[in-house]
C-alpha cells in the first residue's frame, strides 16, 4: 500500500539520530553478523529460532490492540499488516524447519528467557496502554524498521546456504522486501499523532527503548 510521504519536521530528524546507534546494536548482535557470515551454529541457532518466536507469535496481537485504537485513516494499514504478520509465524516456522528444529517444538509452552519476556511484556503494555504514538513507535517504526535490514544483512551470508532453500530464506526474503515500506507508513502515522498534540520525547524513548530490549533478546536467545 503506497503512502504520500510528507515534509519531517526537525523532532524526526532528531528521532532517527537517536535511534541509528541503537539500530547498529541489533544489527551487530552475534545471530545477525554469523548469518552474514553465513555461520551459524546451528543448535543455537535452533535455539533461538525457539526462544524468539513468542515476539513473531504475538506480533499480529499487537498490531491488532493497536488497530482497536487506531484513528478511521489509519485503520486500512494495520488491517493490510494484521494479515502480512499472519503469514510470518509460517514463515519462521518454516527458517525452524531448515535448521534442523524438531517438530512439535514450536508448540510446547516453554518459559520465556527473561530477556525475551521483558521485550514481549514491553511491546504488550506499548500497545495497549502508552500513547498511541508511542504504540506504533515501539512496534512499526523501531522493529519493523530494524527488520528490513536485519533480512538484508543475514541474507548477504544465508542467501548463499544451500541448506536453507527458498522455505528457510522466506522470513528473511520477505522482511528484506516489503518492511521498508512499513516504517514509512507508521512515521507518517506517528507524525500525524504528534500533529494532534502527542509528545514526541516520548515517542523518541519508546522506540529507543524497543530497540534496547530487542537487542538483549536476540542476544540472550543466541547463547552459546
Known sequence: MSVQVTPHPEWVVDLDRALE????????????????????????MQDFLIAFYPIIR????????????????????????IRVERRHDAMWRAMGDAFGVPKGRFQ???????????????????????????????????????????????LRGLGKNEKLGP??????EEHAKYD????????????????????????TAAA?????LMRDAMLEAYRP
Not at 521498508?180 to 520525547?201: F, M, N, Q, S, T
Request: hydrophobic share 45%.
Open 208 to 212: 529507543i527503548h524497543s530497540l534496547t
Open 108 to 154: 510446547r509452552q516453554l518459559p520465556m528467557l527473561a530477556a525475551v519476556r521483558d521485550f514481549h511484556d514491553f511491546l504488550s503494555a506499548s500497545c495497549q496502554v502508552a500513547s498511541f504514538a508511542e504504540g506504533v513507535a515501539a512496534t512499526n517504526y523501531a522493529v519493523e524498521g530494524v527488520a528490513q535490514r536485519i533480512s538484508e544483512k543475514a
Open 180 to 203: 521498508d515500506e512499513h516504517p514509512v507508513h507508521a512515521l507518517e502515522i506517528i507524525k500525524a499523532r504528534v500533529a494532534h498534540g502527542e509528545d514526541p520525547e516520548a515517542v
Open 21 to 44: 546507534p541503537h539500530r547498529l546494536a541489533v544489527l551487530t548482535t552475534p545471530v545477525v553478523e554469523h548469518s552474514a557470515e553465513n555461520t551459524l551454529v546451528e543448535q543455537r
Open 167 to 172: 522455505r528457510g530464506r522466506w522470513w528473511l
Open 58 to 81: 504475538d506480533f499480529p496481537q499487537w498490531l491488532q490492540l493497536l488497530l482497536d485504537r487506531s484513528p478511521p485513516e489509519s485503520a486500512v494499514f494495520f488491517r493490510d499488516n
